[in-house]
């Protein structure tokens, strides 16, 4: 099997769960069952040469319920959250936060990530969020560095010194300040972020 077919089995379409669509727009509104799948969204997608499934098949698949298809595939995870598909959308659904959503559904159901590395990132990225509010460079890059294996990897390589050069040009240029900055409300950020207020949303 090609590492970008959709993972899972025509069994699987035997065990709709017609239950998925209502569950993503409680957390929404998405306004999922407006597609009627002109593509639109998928033309003007940058990045489907890495997806298994298109953006409008995924949005197909949540309404007929094959959760399991739409869970496991790399397109959640590949997406670059332009937001391309949904302003070329013409029934406005909100195809990028759809995905948004698809993810931290998958993380929550437990469903394996077939892109480790992107899954990382997303964690990270929160992580680094919930401390400040707000993203801050410094920390967050090292931070997935680490975590993700990929400083052992430029280590090896001998191409840290690179990135560390490039980080310092960019500090003193002022594209990004070394020092963390906080905003208001960040006991709220961290509220809306929390696994608990997703969990009592979706009961």
């Known amino acids: ?4 077919e959709p993972r899972f089995s025509k069994s699987d379409t035997l065990y709709p769960d017609y239950r998925l669509a209502g569950e993503l727009e409680a957390f929404g509104p998405f306004n999922t069952q407006a597609c009627f799948q002109c593509c639109k969204c998928t033309n003007g997608c940058p990045v489907t040469f890495a997806m298994d499934l298109y953006p409008d098949q995924v949005i197909r698949l949540v309404l007929i319920g094959q959760r399991k298809a739409v869970l496991s595939c790399h397109t959640i995870w590949v997406c670059s959250a332009c937001k391309t598909c949904t302003t070329r959308c013409p029934n406005e659904v909100k195809i990028t936060e759809l995905m948004d959503c698809l993810k931290e559904l998958a993380i929550q159901d437990g469903v394996p ?7 990382t990132l997303h964690e990270t990225f929160l992580d680094n969020i919930k401390k400040r509010g707000r993203l801050f460079e410094v920390s967050f890059l090292p931070s997935y560095l680490l975590r993700s294996g990929e400083f052992t990897r430029k280590w090896r390589q001998g191409r840290w010194q690179a990135d ?5 040009q960019m500090i003193r240029k002022g594209k990004f300040s070394p020092f963390p900055k906080r905003i208001r409300g960040t006991q709220d950020v961290r ?9 009592k949303n979706s009961s």
Do not use: F, V
């Open 1 to 4: 099997m090609n590492e970008l």
């Open 113 to 119: 990530c077939p892109q480790p590395q992107i899954l």
């Open 164 to 168: 560390a050069k490039l980080g310092l």
């Open 191 to 199: 509220r809306i972020l929390s696994p608990s207020r997703r969990e």
